[in-house]
């Protein structure tokens, strides 16, 4: 059942704001539909419902066949009025219900005699609807119709055409390919409108031949587009053609830059603003090449329009983390900004002013800073904490006064994120900055006083167990870590346990008031506060009798897990699947993460999987993965890495080069790992890249590549490839990948390598990023304990139809793939011949939101499965999030 769209306004927490589709209900307006029945027809009652209807389906409301159908035979009946209104509404419900009725094709013929009607607009609607709901044999049939209307004089039709054209491209390539003529001269065309849709869809068609599109920008940039959106196409066009010449051109020629720089002087805001983003992003751009981009950005940093304001401010934020000279003259202009009414451009302004500012500015703009943090939201706060730790780190001599700053605002109220950012950037600032570290120490011993988040403070009790006897004065932290025995919950209280331990096996004039603290802990409540005092007290028990060594003693608390995770959890499977009666031994676990032999590999018909993660993993594969990122500079400054997915091969069985991807998932970016590997011994690939095609990512931009600089016989090796996104969004897209290497001849008697080699490239799969991507698997031990604690506020609750399936376990294993959580308690199983079920499922999104999950399964009709969705956790947004993916899915 759709859910009503009442929104309370949180300023008018009395009021409600009224929605009209409030209470609506799927019978209700089904019956309703009646009304396209009647004899004498009503435009305006017969609009209303279909208004109705397309508010349920876009709510995510599912139809069944018998439905779908019933509904979409009565609305071809509505073919009949002549009201223009009601008829664009008729365009618009056989789109929406085309995919889920049966027998569309009696509505063609109308369509058709629409397509060919004296009313323009019954023609546009008509081609795009036609090419909608039409098949391959339907679509030869109307193919000279369409090429007509591609070149029609009337804008509007042109434009639904080509539009068209581009939807059809997926699904009929070679039939659309042959409109070739006909788009190209709908490029001439002067409505600016038709000139962007044909630049698109004639791109498209040419787009997997180089040549072409090279030529394609060439015959364009000489100046016949005159539509601003056709031409900032282009410049985007063009752009691709320099990225692509720039891997090949070794002499330092850049070709169409003077037509970027020439769009600078256009008369459209657009245009140039798309210009100047262009150059800023070209590879291996150079300060004479930036500077008039720079201008034009700084001209519109002072613009009336807030949009251009923070277009401008926006792309310097980007061009100062590489060439913070180059926006250094635009300083004066930013910090008129600081005071913008506009958050977003007063956060990014003082954002770029810290990383192109010098020492000498530092006081001043903390002072700036400090009025500015109280008025924004936190997200906000969190780029503007990241941007001062970089400085720190920039400046580490005036560590004092931002180490003082992030103290104070960690004081302040704010959310886990904000707080969380704050921690973290101390204890970069600690780890990084010898001079800063009692300092800090200390302002997070203060924090963990009044902290309200039990995953900081254990956190940050570890740190401080690790950094904290090391320090001139270990003993002023015992008071503040034996507080949290005295004050915290049973967790905090575990761990404070933990951190005393290490104060008392590594300083041992604190070891009398250690033991004296843990027998203390030995009478708390909770089992795991009392296991781990008994374990540390007869740990410290055993160095004064010497029957433990103290090495062992610090191994045991310091040491990492020596054994990765999947392969205890494995283990530990099998044990208690086993009926021994023999203790589970530790040593037993495998330490390496097993990979197969390459020849192992083409045995058995699989891909190798590359380096996946560093053969020595200490502790999971996850902890590797991070570690190999964090070791690499480009890299180094994303944060914590949230998720690893597993390999996705991009080559077939037995092919020359075999190449897999992983995708690293952090906050604001995303990380592919190529992961390749050379199969023929008489060949050596240098200078290995994989060039990425984000034309389908539209919310991903390229920040970062890293090529291989040599890939020999049977050795694996990797190449990464990094785009920005919005902070926190699962943002998805499909990625086109092409591996490009210089590849050498072998001898293979002397097993040399010639001096020369060719370049060439290798067409790889697509990789795609889904929603999935973005929620971790996370079990609970207590399902219904968990779902209880987070309570009804942030629920969604709603239904699915999931169409035909074979058997539930086919629908059960779908959603856990489509939504990537963890099934628990072995509801993942469906019993045989059952016709209904429920599975739990657990996880937490990016942003470390816990999600829990209840899907009830039935089977509605002759394998008609419908499903029953519930959400619950700590953000209602996230739980929004969720619905969307199965609605989407």
């Known amino acids: 059942m759709a859910q009503p769209l009442v929104k309370k306004d949180d300023d008018r927490d009395d009021e409600a704001e009224y929605s009209p589709f409030l209470g609506i209900e799927k019978g209700a307006v089904l019956q309703e539909a009646r009304v396209f029945n009647d004899p004498q027809l009503d435009a305006r009652r017969c609009s209303q419902v279909i208004t109705k209807l397309l508010y349920l389906l876009n709510q995510g409301e599912t139809f069944t066949k018998v439905e779908a159908t019933e509904v979409f ?13 009601l008829r664009r509404m008729v365009y618009l419900i056989i789109k929406e219900l085309s995919p889920s009725a049966d027998e569309v094709i009696i509505v063609t013929s109308s369509l058709m005699k629409d397509m060919n009607s004296k009313t323009d607009m019954y023609r546009a609607n008509a081609i795009r609807v036609l090419c909608r709901i039409t098949d391959g044999t339907l679509l030869t049939q109307i193919e000279r119709y369409l090429k007509q209307a591609i070149v029609d004089k009337n804008p509007v039709v042109a434009s639904a055409a080509l539009v068209s054209g581009i939807h059809l491209l997926q699904t009929n390539p070679e039939i659309v390919k042959r409109w070739s003529n006909e788009v190209q001269e709908a490029v001439q065309s002067r409505a600016a409108l038709v000139q962007f849709h044909a630049l698109a869809l004639l791109h498209q068609i040419r787009q997997n031949d180089r040549l072409a599109v090279s030529k394609l920008v060439t015959s364009l940039t000489r100046g016949t587009v005159r539509s601003p959106l056709a031409q900032c196409l ?98 004066i202009d930013m910090e008129s900004l600081i005071s913008d009414q506009n958050r977003s451009i007063a956060t990014l302004a003082i954002t770029t002013l810290l990383k192109t500012g010098n ?29 001062i730790r970089s400085l720190c780190l920039k400046f580490p001599l005036k560590y004092r006064s931002l180490m003082n700053f992030l103290s104070s605002i960690l004081r302040e109220e704010g959310g886990f994120e904000y707080k969380k950012a704050i921690v973290d950037s101390i204890v970069i600032l600690i780890r990084d900055i010898p001079d800063a570290k009692e300092n800090g120490l200390l302002h997070l011993c203060e924090f963990i006083e009044d902290c309200e988040f039990t995953y900081l403070s254990t956190q940050i009790l570890h740190f401080l167990g690790n950094e904290g006897p090391k320090t001139s004065d270990p003993s002023k932290y015992i008071r503040y870590i034996y507080n ?27 070891k009398p008031r250690i033991f004296i603290l843990l027998r203390r802990c030995l009478f708390d409540s909770d089992d795991e506060v009392r296991d781990r005092a008994t374990l540390y007290l007869n740990m410290l028990d055993g160095i004064e009798e010497a029957v433990e060594t103290d090495d062992d003693v610090k191994e045991f608390l310091f040491g990492s897990l020596d054994v990765p995770l999947g392969n205890l959890e494995s283990s530990l499977k099998n044990y208690i699947q086993e009926t021994s009666d023999e203790p589970f031994d530790i040593n037993s676990v495998p330490k390496e993460v097993k990979s197969q032999p390459l020849a192992e590999k083409k045995a058995t018909g699989k891909k190798p999987t590359g380096l ?24 180094s400054t994303f944060g914590k890495l949230f998720k690893s997915s597993a390999p996705v091969e991009l080559t077939e069985a037995e092919t020359e080069y075999a190449v897999n991807a992983i995708k690293h998932i952090y906050d604001n970016h995303v990380v592919f790992q190529y992961n390749c590997t050379n199969t023929i011994p008489e060949q050596l690939l240098e ?58 001849e072998v001898d293979p008697t002397s097993g040399e390598a010639d001096e020369d080699g060719v370049e060439d490239e290798y067409q790889l799969e697509e990789l795609e990023v889904v929603s999935a991507d973005y929620i971790l698997k996370i079990g609970v031990s207590n399902f219904r304990n968990a779902w209880e604690s987070i309570g009804p506020d942030c629920e969604r609750v709603d239904e699915y139809g999931l169409g035909p399936r074979e058997n539930l376990t086919e629908a059960v294993s779908a959603v856990i793939n489509l939504l990537g959580m963890q099934p628990c308690e072995g509801t993942e199983v469906v019993p045989n011949n059952s016709r209904s079920h429920t599975c739990l499922l657990s996880g937490v999104f990016i942003g470390n939101v816990k999600v829990l999950v209840r899907l009830q399964f039935g089977i509605d009709g002759p394998k008609e499965v419908a499903m029953k969705l519930a959400v619950r956790s700590d953000d209602e947004s996230v739980s929004d999030a969720i619905h969307e993916i199965v609605a989407s899915g």
Do not use: W
């Open 73 to 85: 035979f009565s609305v071809t009946k509505l073919f009949q009025s002549r009201d223009i209104g």
């Open 234 to 331: 282009l410049i985007r066009y063009t752009s691709q053609v320099i990225r692509e010449s720039s891997m090949n051109n070794q002499t330092g020629d850049r070709p169409f830059y003077d037509y970027l720089e020439g769009c600078l002087r256009h008369k459209s805001e657009m245009v140039i603003f798309e210009a100047a983003r262009a150059i800023t992003e070209l590879n291996g751009v150079t300060s004479r090449e930036l500077t008039p981009a720079i201008t034009v950005l700084q001209l519109f940093l002072s613009s009336s329009k807030p949009v251009l304001r923070f277009a401008a401010v926006r792309t310097l934020n980007k061009v100062s983390m590489t060439h913070p000279m180059a926006v250094t003259n635009c300083n």
């Open 359 to 387: 020492e000498s500015s530092v006081d001043r703009l903390m002072k700036q800073i400090t009025n500015f943090m109280s008025d924004i939201a936190d997200e906000f706060k969190i780029v503007v904490v990241d941007a």
């Open 484 to 510: 949290r025995v005295i004050l915290e919950n049973a967790t905090v209280r575990a761990s404070a346990v933990s951190t005393l331990a290490k104060f008392g096996a590594l300083v041992d004039a604190l």
């Open 612 to 635: 996946g993660a560093p053969p020595t993993a200490p502790s999971s594969t996850v902890d590797s993965y991070e570690k190999l990122l964090s070791s690499i500079p480009e890299f």
């Open 687 to 744: 200078n290995v890249s994989v060039i990425v095609d984000a034309s389908d990512a539209e919310e991903f931009s390229e920040v970062a590549l890293k090529p291989l600089k040599s890939l020999p016989y049977d050795s694996p090796g990797q190449t990464f490839v990094a785009f920005e996104k919005p902070a926190g969004v699962p943002a998805i897209g499909k990625f086109s990948n092409v591996l490009k290497f210089i590849v050498k």
